[in-house]
C-alpha cells in the first residue's frame, strides 16, 4: 500500500509600516518655498553618511508620497520637488492633482530640468487601509528622577500623564523602551543611544476622545543624530494635532492616524528624516522630508498596528 500526501509550503510577506515618505488619509497641501521630498538608505554608506544620516550629496528619488484621497483638489504640491512617485486614491484622475508652475514630481534629472509629474510618476488607484493605533503595554506610572538635568530611561515601560513632574526635560534613551504619555505632549529633546539596542516607541494621546496634540517647536532636536527606525512615534485616536515649526530636526517615524500634522520653518538640513503616516500633511515655508528607504527592511511591519490588516494596494 503507497501512501500519497500532498506538502503545502506557507509563505509570509512581512509588509513594512512605511513604504513611503508620506502617507495621508485625507489631503496634501505643499504650501512653502523650496518644499522637498526625497530619499536615502541609513543602511548604504554610499546613499547616507558614515553613521547613517540624511546626505543631500547621495541622496535617491525614492521619496514617494500617496494619500488614500480620491476627492479631487485633496493633493495640492504647489512649487515643491518631489524625488519620487505620487500615488492618489482608487478612480482619480491625474487633473485632481494640483500644481505650481515651478513644481515637479519625478526623478532626479526630471526636478533638475522640468517642471509637472514626469510621465510614470503618478498613479491613481493606491487604496490602503489605516486603522488606529492599539494601546500600548502598561508600564511604570511615573518617570524616573533626572540626571544631569535629562530624564534616562535605561528599559521597561512608562505610562505617565501629561502632568509628570520631569515629561518637560529632555529624555535620554539607552536601551529598549515604551513610552506612552497619555494626553498632549511638547518634548523639549530625544535622544536614542546608537548602542545597546536603544529604541523608543513613544506613544502620545489617549484611546478616545479628542483635542490632544504634539508640539515640536523652535531648535529642539529629536533623535539627531540619530536612525529613524530606533524612534517610532505612534499617535493614538485622540492625537489630532502634530506641529512642527521653527528650526527642528526630527529623526524617526511617525504614525498617527487621526492627526492632521503641520511642518513650517525649517531650514535644517535634517528637518524630517524617517517617514510618516498621518491623517492629513499641510508643510509651510522652507521643509524637507527624507524618507529612510531601510524602513522597508528594518523599519516596523504592519501587523504590529493591527493583526488582521489587510492590505489592498502596495505601490
Known amino acids: 500500500m503507497v501512501n500519497l500526501g500532498r506538502k503545502v509550503q506557507a509563505q ?42 540624511y546626505n543631500p550629496l547621495t541622496a535617491e528619488a525614492n521619496g514617494n508620497v500617496a494619500t488614500d484621497s480620491s476627492l479631487v483638489g485633496d493633493v495640492s504640491l504647489g512649487n515643491a520637488n518631489i524625488y519620487g512617485h505620487l500615488y492618489t486614491g482608487p478612480g482619480t484622475a491625474s487633473s485632481s492633482v494640483q500644481i505650481g508652475a515651478n513644481g515637479a514630481v519625478g526623478t532626479a534629472a526630471w526636478n533638475a530640468t522640468s517642471t509637472g509629474v ?75 543611544a546608537l548602542t545597546n539596542n536603544a529604541n523608543l516607541a513613544l506613544f502620545v494621546g489617549r484611546t478616545s476622545g479628542t483635542g490632544d496634540s504634539l508640539t515640536i517647536s523652535g531648535n529642539t532636536t529629536i533623535n539627531q543624530p540619530g536612525l529613524a527606525r530606533t524612534l517610532q512615534l505612534y499617535g493614538m485616536p485622540s492625537l489630532t494635532t502634530i506641529a512642527l515649526s521653527g528650526n527642528v530636526a526630527f529623526i524617526g517615524t511617525m504614525y498617527a492616524p487621526e492627526a492632521s500634522a503641520t511642518f513650517s520653518g525649517g531650514g535644517n538640513n ?5 517617514a510618516i503616516v ?16 531601510n524602513l522597508e527592511v528594518n523599519g516596523p511591519s504592519r501587523g504590529w498596528v493591527a493583526k488582521s490588516w489587510v492590505e489592498q494596494k502596495y505601490p
Not at 278 to 293: A, E, P
Request: charged share 5%; no cysteine.
Open 12 to 53: 509570509t510577506f512581512i509588509i513594512p509600516l512605511f513604504n513611503a515618505a508620506v502617507v495621508t488619509r485625507s489631503n496634501i497641501n505643499l504650501n512653502g518655498n523650496n518644499v522637498l521630498v526625497d530619499s536615502f538608505d541609513s543602511s548604504d554608506p554610499l546613499h547616507s553618511t558614515l553613521t547613517g544620516q
Open 118 to 192: 514626469q510621465p510614470g510618476y503618478w498613479a491613481g488607484d493606491y487604496n490602503m487601509n489605516i486603522p488606529d493605533v492599539p494601546n500600548p503595554p502598561a508600564g511604570t506610572n511615573a518617570l524616573p528622577a533626572p540626571v544631569g538635568g535629562n530624564v534616562i530611561l535605561t528599559n521597561g515601560s512608562y505610562t505617565i500623564s501629561p502632568t509628570d513632574p520631569n515629561i518637560g526635560l529632555p529624555i535620554m534613551v539607552t536601551g529598549p523602551v515604551t513610552l506612552w504619555v497619555q494626553g498632549s505632549y511638547s518634548p523639549t529633546g530625544i535622544n536614542v
Open 270 to 274: 535634517t528637518d524630517f528624516s524617517g
Open 278 to 293: 498621518v491623517n492629513s500633511l499641510t508643510m509651510n515655508g522652507h521643509f524637507s522630508i527624507h524618507y529612510d528607504q
